[in-house]
């Protein structure tokens, strides 16, 4: 299909029915009809009285199959409906005279989107000048005609409409501009752009309607947009029915002008300042063809000229004077006036972007510059002003005004046509350079005139759409399903009771059935004293009732049937609860267990019987002592001293404790990025996805664990679906662009860090969440994590870890707020995108770093790394103070220590009162085991009035510091703080040592008892707890604490030692001594 050709065959039917409103004399009028300058037809001329109706019952026919009426035409060009008036002839006239009355439009756009018929009534203006006009404005009444539209079959396929697509521009003022013009004679004030019209065919967009204003307040807003025709006989036939200009929140704006400084600019200029206006919207019937190559231009070069000039009404440009000849004259043709706007069209390049609209700083135009920023080697406007006036079709006389400027039509240039064999040939990257160099030593003289707008700051609103986006976007039901495809949710389990529950269960339900049927029996007998009116039962002779039911129950044989069907549920309880399944050898037992069992049937019996007699009695159960989030940080302090299997150890008692909730997974999954087993951590992160499907951290992990082993489609997948599950996510956006970064999509790359810049600056925006509650901000080192050192798979060397991005010359994404130029675009760095430009002062972070602290936390070394890389080219970033605490972090958990001092003495520069650096200082000299320099940080650390963000790990290791030194006193001080902030089994035990160390066994006591409360199975508790009770003489309990000592692996040589010594000192605590 192609959109220059009409749909041949199929002819457009316009039927004008009927005029009501109509101002006229009582004479004759009839209606004329055009399209694109051709006379469709003109009705029989009909009389109507004054004030009343016209019947006009006229049907013209467009053709679409001629060359001049295209699919294009139909898009962008409405059919003109004249109505004329026949004035009555005077004597001695030979010719009729006419009067227009007014002018009407239709827009044909319904019948390119698959219509095949429509009925309108549209507004007759009243041609400028006419009583007409001021009377129907006077009256509140307009005049309309009835129309109806329809074509036999569609114009289109249902193929050829959803690949076909339609692209608006819309030119709507120029601010700002030189001050030198003035309404003096006239101009003809023109904007031009070209674009691609199908494979094989550009074409230039005119917009020569510009009207200079002078300064008197902003332009009216809504403001309905024009056509793009020349001059009408009414002039408010020019505004297109029901397309109004819009305002649009500053925030989501485009273009150039979007900081605060241009704001106030912008609200001077677009107030007091001289301005042009066009309002003027073009539409671009585009087919597949088109849209792809389209895409193809945007992806090889994202900006785009729209140029402008200031003509005189006479002509367009002034040819120089001195050539040889003429085609050397239209080579060098000068436009006065000549500027430049450079739009970035790469947003029309987001999934599912439809439209841009922002203010676009105007420059002059030079064509080095032109070639530098968007590799084009012709002017618009030149190539439409030599564009031979031959090449016009005829056109017979109609009523649309005539204009001496060039009316805003469509040129066509056909690459390799011959418009274009001045052009240079394809050449090859140096011949690209050559041909810059060649361009920049042709510029002869300097564009005094174009200086003017960059004097002026002079710039131009532009608003771009399409009706269907040109990379369309998943939808998030899509994305759900494919995320249920590569996770399935798992079904909640139902609870069932099994073994010994069950077989209570059942027995309680026996024992209802049959309480049940007594008393059923018993109402049989004995119901009518419970009649209302009737005598109560005699209470004395409850004893003679009482046998008589055991009478009618054993005479009916009801008894033997309630004791066989009680049988198998007895039988059940000594197998599942009594444990018992074989036979007794001694009398003895066999009385003593039965007995046992006829207790517990009884006592089973009165809860079943409560329960039915006095309704349901809610159980209490029982509150553990620990719930998930203390073990969880008890598993972290297991992490902090590199006991990875106590930590596991507690990660599965909480997966225990609640299995089907997505936390505890997603926390174990962390526990095993610690250890480096990436292949268990993907299977806890499944696990969580499974559990909930909109768990945004799993899927983050999910999707970044799918890029370390290279399944880019579905790393996309999770990454994607967790920015539509939480859009208001900083790190959920800023993660899918350092994904779509490594995959070198930099266009989506740059939308998603620009969505995550513009949620960092969202001054209502909430905290996202990024993962589960974990009592940590920033996970400390282990020791173990010096001697098990960091997979080499994870190494910032590797080739998918680039910081930046290298060698491609079709564009730059690099951050969310600049796009950092290659080594061949630095001359064009400035054009990058305003959006990505725009200070961020007020903010103290970056989205870089906010998705650093969600990475540290959970572990994910690699990707932390490259938002460290993405941060040092970011301008609102680089190496600050917080990066190189981040960075030290990430050397730090790799065992670099080296590396990690390096980056503290750099942290230190820029804030040397920051107390997580003199912290991570502390960890380092820790790990480095130089305990000595570790304690004079840590005092440090604790010393600043403000408080590092995770003390815990501070307290725990100083008091084992002052613990290994004999620092009792500030031992026992420490740890005191530590179990008033964060209890837990380690800061009791520091406690007890300490007191114990310093005497005071009672207090020593009470701090072990609460260690022993929270974990029963710690040796060195029981270790500790054996010496108190050597020392105050306790003989039973010292045995019993020595053996619990012994049974949980006590493995410390230091305090086996000990207790070995004194309890050979008191005689007593080992059973080995009796």
């Not at 000039?309 to 367009?316: E, R, V």
């Not at 050559?434 to 003017?452: C, F, K, P, R």
Request: proline letters at 6%; hydrophobic letters at 35%; glycine letters at 6%.
């Amino acid at each position: 299909m192609d959109p220059h050709q009409g749909a041949v065959g199929i002819p457009i039917h316009v039927t004008v029915l009927r005029g009501n409103n109509l101002f006229h004399r009582g004479n004759k009028n009839f209606v004329r009809a055009e399209f694109n300058g051709t006379v469709l037809g003109e009705s029989a001329r009909s009389e109507g009285a004054v004030g009343e109706g016209v019947n006009y019952n006229f049907t013209c026919i467009l053709e679409c199959s001629e060359p001049g009426h295209t699919l294009d035409d139909l898009a962008h060009t409405p059919v003109v409906l004249t109505v004329i008036e026949s004035l009555q002839k005077e004597k001695k006239q030979k010719e009729e005279k006419t009067c227009v009355l007014g002018q009407a439009v239709i827009d044909l756009l319904p019948l390119l989107h698959g219509k095949c018929s429509f009925s309108s009534t549209v507004v007759l203006h009243p041609a400028s000048g006419l009583p007409t006009e001021s009377d129907s404005r006077d009256r509140g009444i307009k005049p309309t005609l009835e129309v109806t539209v329809s074509v036999s079959e569609p114009l289109l396929s249902d193929t050829q409409l959803s690949e076909s697509n339609l692209f608006t521009v819309t030119v709507e003022t120029a601010f700002s501009v030189p001050e030198v013009w003035s309404p003096g004679p006239p101009s003809c004030y023109v904007a031009a752009l070209q674009v691609p019209f199908t494979a094989e065919r550009e074409q230039i967009l005119l917009f020569s309607n510009g009207e200079l204003k002078m300064s008197g307040g902003r332009e009216p807003v809504p403001r309905p947009k024009k056509w793009p025709l020349g001059p009408l006989l009414a002039p408010d036939a020019h505004f297109i029915p029901g397309v109004y200009i819009e305002t649009e929140p500053s925030d989501l704006e485009d273009g150039d002008l979007n900081t605060e400084e241009d704001r106030e600019f912008r609200a001077e200029a677009e107030c007091n300042k001289k301005r042009v206006s066009w309002d003027t919207e073009r539409r671009l019937f585009m087919d597949a063809a088109g849209a792809a190559c389209l895409i193809r231009r945007i992806t090889e070069c994202r900006l785009w000229p729209v140029e402008v000039m200031k003509a005189p009404q006479a002509g367009g440009a002034r040819p120089v004077a001195g050539k040889a000849s003429k085609a050397q004259a239209e080579d060098e043709i000068q436009i006065p006036f000549h500027g430049v706007a450079y739009v970035d069209l790469a947003p029309l390049l987001y999934p599912g972007a439809k439209h841009i609209h922002g203010a676009y700083q105007l420059h002059p135009f030079y064509d080095s510059d032109l070639f530098m920023k968007t590799k084009r080697t012709r002017s618009v406007l030149r190539d439409s002003i030599k564009s031979p006036v031959a090449q016009a079709r005829p056109r017979p006389p109609s009523s649309v005004g005539s204009c001496n400027v060039t009316p805003s039509k469509v040129f066509d240039t056909h690459r390799g046509g011959k418009d274009n064999k001045d052009s240079p040939k394809k050449t090859g990257p140096q011949g690209k350079s050559g041909q810059a160099e060649s361009l920049i030593d042709v510029e002869l003289q300097i564009n005094t005139e174009g200086q003017m707008y960059a004097d002026s700051r002079s710039y131009i609103i532009i608003e771009i759409s399409l009706e269907k986006p040109l990379i369309p976007k998943r939808p998030s039901e899509e994305l759900a399903r494919r995320v249920m495809e590569l996770i399935p949710p798992r079904p909640p389990l139902p609870r069932r009771p099994a073994g010994a529950e069950r077989a209570m269960e059942e027995y309680q339900a026996q024992i209802e059935s049959v309480a049940a049927q007594v008393v059923e029996q018993y109402q049989q007998m004995f119901g009518a004293a419970f009649i209302p009116g009737s005598e109560p039962l005699d209470p004395s002779t409850q004893e003679q009732r009482k046998s008589q039911l055991f009478g009618e129950l054993n005479c009916s044989g009801k008894y033997l049937a309630f004791k066989e069907q009680m049988k198998y549920s007895v039988v059940r309880i000594v197998r599942e609860k009594m444990l018992r399944t074989e036979a007794f050898s001694q009398p003895e037992q066999l009385r003593a267990f039965l007995s046992q069992l006829y207790v517990f049937l009884v006592d089973e019996m009165h809860v079943a019987l409560n329960k039915t007699l006095t309704g349901d009695v809610q159980e209490v159960q029982p509150q553990l002592l620990l719930d998930c989030s203390q073990l969880g940080h008890f598993a972290r302090e297991a992490e902090l001293d590199g006991d990875y299997q106590l930590a596991a150890h507690y990660y599965k008692e909480c997966l225990a404790r609640d299995h089907s909730s997505p936390s505890p997974w997603f926390d174990y999954g962390v526990f095993h990025m610690l250890t480096t087993d990436y292949s268990k951590a993907e299977e806890c992160f499944r696990m969580a996805v499974s559990i909930d499907q909109s768990h945004v951290p799993s899927l983050l992990m999910c999707g970044i664990l799918s890029e370390m082993k290279e399944q880019h489609e579905e790393a996309g997948i999770f990454l994607e679906g967790a920015t539509r599950i939480d859009p208001s996510s900083v790190v959920t956006w800023t993660l899918l662009g350092l994904f779509y970064l490594a995959g070198e999509n930099f266009i989506q790359a740059e939308m998603a860090f620009l969505e995550a810049t513009k949620q960092l600056r969202a001054p209502l925006q909430k905290s996202p969440v990024c993962g589960p509650d974990r009592a940590d901000d920033t996970h400390s080192p282990t020791q173990g994590e010096r001697e098990e050192g960091v997979d080499t798979t994870e190494s910032p060397t590797n080739q998918e870890d680039k910081p930046a991005v290298e060698g491609d010359d079709k564009t730059r994404c690099q951050s969310s707020c600049e796009i950092q130029p290659e080594e061949g675009d630095k001359a064009n760095a400035g054009d990058e995108p305003a959006a990505l430009r725009q200070s961020t002062n007020r903010l103290n972070t970056t989205i870089y770093m906010e998705s650093v602290k969600f990475l540290l936390k959970n572990n994910a070394l690699q990707m932390a790394q490259r938002a460290l890389a993405q941060e040092l080219l970011c301008p609102d970033g680089g190496p600050s103070s917080s990066y190189h605490l981040a960075l030290a972090h990430v050397q730090l958990l790799r065992g670099e220590y080296s590396s990690a001092e390096a980056s503290l003495q750099g942290a230190l520069v820029d804030n040397i009162q920051n107390p997580d650096i003199w912290a991570m200082f502390g960890h380092l000299n820790y790990l480095m085991k130089d305990y000595g320099q570790a304690q004079k940080c840590y005092e440090r650390t604790l010393d600043f009035v403000t408080d590092a963000s995770d003390t815990h790990p501070i307290y725990l290791r100083l008091g084992t510091i002052y613990l290994q030194s004999g620092e009792y006193e500030k031992a026992k001080t420490i740890y005191l703080r530590a179990c008033s902030s964060s209890p837990s089994c380690r800061t009791w035990l520091g406690l007890g040592v300490a007191c114990y160390r310093l005497g005071e066994l009672r207090e020593a006591e009470d701090a072990l008892t609460e260690a022993n409360t929270l974990e029963n199975r710690n040796p060195e508790v029981w270790g500790y707890l054996s010496l108190i009770c050597l020392k105050t003489g306790r003989k039973l309990e010292a045995e019993q604490s020595y053996k619990f000592a012994l049974k949980f692996n006590l493995s410390e040589e230091a305090l086996l030692h000990e207790i070995t010594e004194l309890q050979t000192q008191v005689g007593f605590g080992n059973p080995c001594f009796s």
